[in-house]
């Protein structure tokens, strides 16, 4: 389907339509702004309709502390956005925060994750992320369903899940009621800095903007350049197994097994540098089920009814990048690879920031410019 | 809501029972099949509105006629051949998942 | 024929897999091992015919009358099959194909429970047809079934509707099954023709060549006796399905004028369409063919998918019913046999030719029924906002309306992540159709624009038990435990 040719203008646009880019633009329509969304069609790499959909803290911001902090942030301020969410939307996204654990089926396991944890509580101001690591008895006491293959677990109470499908209608929804301009099919070719603003040019036709935010997952490395930003990001193939709607029996997400509120439960999360290759594979499948059914013999008898598989947007370490163009200001950088867990902060701190001009210090250690200077001793 | 052109001869049939109930229908028949024999119209209940459903393709795509088969939920009956002695049952809304595997 | 009932039997390699035993799989599956190739034929029925010959061997209908000549025709399929060396697995699931690293295929199979990998140099996907969705208000309703569900209890059980029964829709296959159902004794109340009388208008350019065809006597003697000795209404505008926990009445409406009709059963019928959901999860190109307006595998004059080795014959690809699904299974067979090296190109046109010749006889006529049969807008994308499009996830009509235009969805993927529609068991067999539709219809352009669901294997339900339990690679434990 082709939009119709058209020449607009807009105070803010958006390129990209996923959970970051809507997250943002909700955040900036309730701010005031007029704002119009840029997105690609019903087929193109959707991390937003592929992934995992768990608010995790636990393990994340090794290397950088300052993503641990940002993370944790999020998910406190999760409990704000999910009112927001029904209150514009009308949809409850089935937030909850009950605690995550990540299970380990081997001694080993259990020790690589005990020292990831250290490490991280080494760092500066991380001392009082609260974890616990557990063994084999005390895991199965918070969670019966285990099976003798399970060593132990890390357990932290920051950890939560959402319906992930359901924020990206809601997010969806509520910018819609808040009249934001969503334009499907209107891929992004050129963006040209003019006249202290943008002129975003594609087969659609072309729109002008105050300020643009880039949001266009795997999409900003090509669109960053334009605007004098660096997005080198890369995709990350992961792939999910979901089954049968069954009756609840899994209250805490795990990091690579959840139960949604619907009732299926979702099994991921592979990782694998394929390029922008999405085709499921068997033995993938296979290695996850196994792991799933031992760490709960009482999966193994349910249907798998689909599997999917989605490119995840990976910096080169992994960690997100927010950046404002330093040549064009009023052009930002949004990429990341939790677009669920960060979304309380897209929506209430990120899109504020960026109408008001410019991004909060606590973002600075996230720009681009980490990649191109030495790391620090 | 089905009936058979012919009366079924006992060497043909085969008993099984649908929620406790005693049936019978023909050896060859389908679980469906012998469900619909048996005047049965809903066999489950939807795990999303709780709405009785029954069988509607007969032909393994619509996934309408799951039930529970000795002890195992959501199986399709259109595919299954019934068997002497089968335990079948509603299936009703969610499936309840295993009991834990010793 | 060498028929495997259990997982372990299945060898590790043949050349060629065929999925299905409808007509175009069974007449494959012999073909090719009358040339000497190994053969799997996998089938997840417990006996061979597929829906047209459903149950050829096993049906308690003693009285060739009532199910006609033309079902008794595909025994001798069947007694071909057996007379060869093919390995036959009723019951038994092909839930993935995917190519593997020798430039063959990888089957993902299940039976009895357990699943299993085998190899094979060469495909045929001999998936057939499926009744194309027909979602009108109530739908869901106990003892609302398709005019296919009917016809395979009565050829695999000798089943007949007990109460009062409705007939409703279009196309050949629903005079026929009136025919049958009449044959057999059931009771009749009424047969709804859901037929617009304009695509009489559309059909008239394709009447010579149809009036050439071998459809001509069989068609016109079925219409004809079941006008004549059944109650019909014509140009049925609107159904509705009503009842609480059962169908207890239809409301129908013709010529402007709506009445109810109670009845005990209802049959849904508004022609057939492929079955593409193992091509399209294998990765097959597809496109929407007007004529038929349905989404089909695209293959070439051979029955050769977009992937080499991939063939798919018989209504999988383009409806063409029982006498040319048996020739495009003959056809691909043979392709299939000149890929792997067994015969020449030469040897492969020679044998093919008066096959091809008989297609051609057997496919005349075909373009007048699909757009005389070709069903109304209004019940392929259903006007009433309550009417349920997704059966699994129970999405309705309005929802998917108003999410295509307020909230600015443009094809069926993104739809389905916003409201789960194709999401349930079924995915999105009974509900794809409708959906592109409503899509279609919200940003008036073409179905063919919109696109399809893109599916994924499994394609058929499998455990995470037998997931579990097929052998991992290296790489896939790297990519996992981290």
């Not at chain 3, 169908?247 to 059963?265: L, N, P, Q």
């Amino acid at each position: 389907m082709t939009a119709q040719k058209s020449i607009s203008e807009a105070d803010i646009v958006v390129v990209g339509g996923g959970v970051v880019g809507g997250a943002i633009a909700l955040g900036l329509a309730r701010s005031g702004a007029r704002v119009t969304i840029l997105d690609e069609g019903d087929v193109a790499f959707r991390a937003s309709r592929g992934n995992f959909a768990l608010v995790w803290v636990q393990s994340k911001g090794l290397g950088m502390p300052e993503y641990a902090m940002w993370s944790r942030r999020s998910a406190e301020q999760w409990h704000q956005l999910s009112g927001v969410l029904s209150e514009e939307a009308g949809i409850d996204v089935a937030h909850s925060q009950p605690g995550g654990f990540m299970l380990c089926l081997s001694e080993a396991e259990l020790e690589q994750r005990r020292q990831v944890m250290q490490r991280l509580h080494n760092q500066m101001s991380l001392a009082d992320f609260p974890y616990e690591i557990l063994d084999h008895g005390e895991t199965k006491r918070r969670l019966p369903d285990i099976g003798p293959d399970v060593v132990g677990s890390v357990y932290s109470p920051l950890d939560g899940h959402v319906n992930s499908l359901k924020l990206f209608r809601a997010l969806r929804d509520a910018t819609q009621r808040r009249g934001v301009d969503y334009r499907p099919n209107c891929t992004v070719d050129t963006i040209t800095p003019r006249d202290g603003g943008f002129l975003l040019r594609g087969a659609f036709g072309e729109i002008a903007a105050g300020k643009v935010v880039l949001a266009a997952g795997l999409g900003n490395a090509r669109l960053a350049p334009m605007v004098g930003l660096d997005a080198p990001v890369k995709p990350s193939k992961g792939q999910i197994i979901v089954t049968e709607k069954t009756a609840p029996f899994l209250h805490n997400p795990m990091v690579t097994v959840r139960q949604t509120d619907e009732g299926g439960v979702m099994i991921g999360d592979s990782q694998e540098d394929r390029d922008f290759d999405t085709v499921v594979r068997q033995p993938i499948l296979s290695v996850m089920a196994e792991r799933a059914v031992r760490m709960f013999p009482r999966l193994a008898g349910l249907n798998v009814v689909r599997t999917w598989s989605a490119l995840r947007v990976m910096s080169p370490d992994g960690f997100p990048i927010y950046d404002q163009s330093l040549s064009h200001p009023g052009a930002f950088l949004v990429t990341c690879h939790s677009g669920v867990t960060l979304a309380a902060n897209h929506v209430l701190t990120l899109a504020p920031a960026i109408l008001s001009g410019g991004l909060p210090d606590t973002l600075d250690a996230f720009s681009a410019r980490r990649f191109h200077v030495p790391a620090h001793a | 809501m089905f009936r058979p052109m012919h009366e079924l001869k006992a060497a043909d049939a085969l008993g099984f029972t649908l929620d406790g109930r005693a049936m019978t229908a023909r050896a060859g028949d389908t679980v469906a099949a012998a469900l619909l024999a048996n005047g049965v119209e809903a066999c489950r209940q939807t795990p999303v509105s709780g709405a009785p459903r029954g069988p509607y393709c007969m032909m393994g795509i619509c996934f309408e006629c799951l039930v529970v088969i000795d002890g195992v939920g959501n199986r399709q009956g259109c595919l299954i051949p019934l068997q002497q002695g089968m335990r079948i049952e509603t299936q009703a809304g969610r499936r309840q998942p295993d009991a834990v595997r010793a | 024929m060498n028929t495997l009932r259990e997982i372990g039997q299945l060898a590790e390699h043949y050349d060629i897999a065929i999925v299905g035993a409808g007509p175009a799989g069974l007449s494959a599956a012999a073909s090719a091992a009358e040339l000497g190739l190994s053969v799997l034929l996998a089938d997840e029925n417990p006996a061979p015919g597929g829906q047209i010959y459903r149950a050829i061997t096993t049906t308690p209908v003693a009285d060739k009358c009532v199910l006609g000549e033309d079902y008794w025709k595909g025994g001798a399929l069947v007694t071909r099959l057996e007379r060869t060396a093919a390995a036959y697995a009723p019951g038994c699931t092909v839930w993935s194909v995917a190519p593997d690293e020798t430039g063959g295929f990888e089957l993902g199979l299940s039976l009895g429970g357990q699943a299993r990998l085998v190899s094979a140099g060469q495909i045929i996907l001999a998936t057939g047809a499926q009744e194309r969705p027909f979602p009108i208000p109530g739908w869901t309703l106990p003892g609302v079934m398709t005019a296919g569900a009917a016809q395979i209890a009565l050829k695999s059980s000798g089943l007949v509707p007990s109460g009062r029964t409705v007939i409703a829709g279009c196309g050949p296959l629903l005079y026929l099954l009136a025919g049958q159902l009449a044959a057999a004794g059931a009771n009749i109340v009424a047969v709804l023709d859901t037929t617009p009388r304009r695509n009489w208008l559309f059909a008239l350019a394709s009447l010579p060549d149809f009036l050439l065809s071998p459809y001509l006597a069989k068609g016109l003697k079925l219409m004809l006796q079941a006008r004549r000795k059944l109650p019909f209404r014509t140009g049925v505008t609107a159904l509705a399905a009503e009842g609480t926990d059962k169908v207890t009445s239809i409301s129908v409406t013709h010529g402007g004028r709506t009445e109810t009709i109670a009845c005990d059963a209802l049959l849904l019928h508004q022609g057939v369409i492929p079955g593409i959901n193992l091509s399209n999860a294998a990765g097959c190109a597809q496109h929407f063919d007007a004529v038929q307006h349905c989404w089909t595998p695209t293959v070439d004059d051979w029955f050769a998918s977009s992937i080499p080795g991939i063939a798919i014959a018989g209504d999988g690809a383009g409806i063409g019913g029982a006498e040319s699904a048996a020739l495009r299974g003959e056809i691909a067979a043979l392709d299939a046999a000149c890929r792997l090296g067994r015969i020449s190109e030469a040897q492969r046109n020679a044998k093919a030719a008066p096959t091809q010749a008989e297609l051609a006889r057997s496919l005349r006529g075909r373009r007048f029924l699909d757009l005389l049969y070709r069903p109304a807008e209004t019940f392929l994308a259903p006007p009433v906002d309550e009417t349920i499009v997704c059966r699994c996830e129970e999405v309705t009509a309005g929802q998917i309306r108003d999410t295509a235009s307020r909230l600015g969805v443009t094809g069926p993927n993104q739809m389905k992540a916003f409201l789960r529609c194709g999401m349930g068991p079924c995915q999105g067999r009974l509900c794809g159709p409708t959906v592109v539709e409503l899509i279609a219809q919200a940003h008036k352009v073409s179905p063919a624009e919109v696109g399809y669901y893109r599916l994924r294997p499994p394609v058929k339900p499998i455990t995470l038990g037998e997931l579990a339990a097929l052998p991992p690679t290296e790489a896939a434990v790297k990519a996992v435990v981290r």
